[in-house]
């Protein structure tokens, strides 16, 4: 398990001997999920009842990323890690905003097939995600909590990667070690232009940079890009698409059914990794 912390008093959390409870030395305790994962989410710290993505969404990305349109960012995703990490002895990494799990999996099974003991968990705000996520594997800590107030003991984790969400430097930067590494993957101005220009009469092209975001808590170490193309089936594929995309939640229903009309789609990925380095 990696290192927690608890979120009341921010000492280490610890394991009862029954396993169903982790405890810090303070008092605080979190049972166990049923499905086996850990709530650390205060009620305080919520900002809707249900915050995250709801069942509907966590379904539609199960589907789409299982059926393999994403498999190119997932390889080139483990790669990295591994080259990064190799010398790493038991390295702990965090999959921040890990969803439904499909990337922390085969972060695990890459890992794993390596030979290198990692200890790896994933987090979500979403309990759906997370309820999906422990579905997938029994050997990653899957955690329900928040970016902005990480459960996790400061300067712990070897390495973090942070898939299509927003950046928050000083709590990514508490949790990771001096020089641990921080992995972002964000979109880039062509993806899924197709889609896009199906639903907006004007598509703007913009390209993030969280560098400007990161820096100076980090240090940039290299960036790349990853292009592919991939044909998506009309039908279930285009509305799972849509659903785990902001795009399409953001449509009429009238543009919505002259989308899933489609027989199939043409897509284009356009993929950043970005590689930072704590300061």
Known sequence: MISLGCPVCQAPLATAEDGRQLRCEAGHSFDRARQGYW????????????????????????????????????????????????????????????????????????????????????????????KAACRRSENIDWLVGTGADLPILPGSLDAMTLMFSRVMPEPMARALKPGGLLLVIWPGPEHLIELRELIYDEVRKREFNPEADLVPLFEPVRTESLEFQFEVDGGEALSDLLLMTPHGHRIRQETRDRILAHTSLECSADIRFGLYRRA
């Open 39 to 130: 709530n650390l989410l205060l009620p305080q710290r919520k900002k809707s009842k249900d915050p995250g993505d709801n069942s509907e969404m966590i379904q539609a990305r199960r589907r789409f990323l299982d059926a393999g349109f994403y498999w190119l960012i997932a390889e080139r995703l483990t790669q990295i890690l591994l080259e990064e990490l190799k010398n790493t002895p038991q390295p702990e990494l965090l999959d921040l905003g890990c969803g439904e799990g499909y990337y922390t999996t085969q972060i695990e099974e890459a890992f794993s097939t390596a030979g290198l003991n990692a200890a790896i968990a994933g987090l979500d705000i979403s309990r759906h995600a997370i």
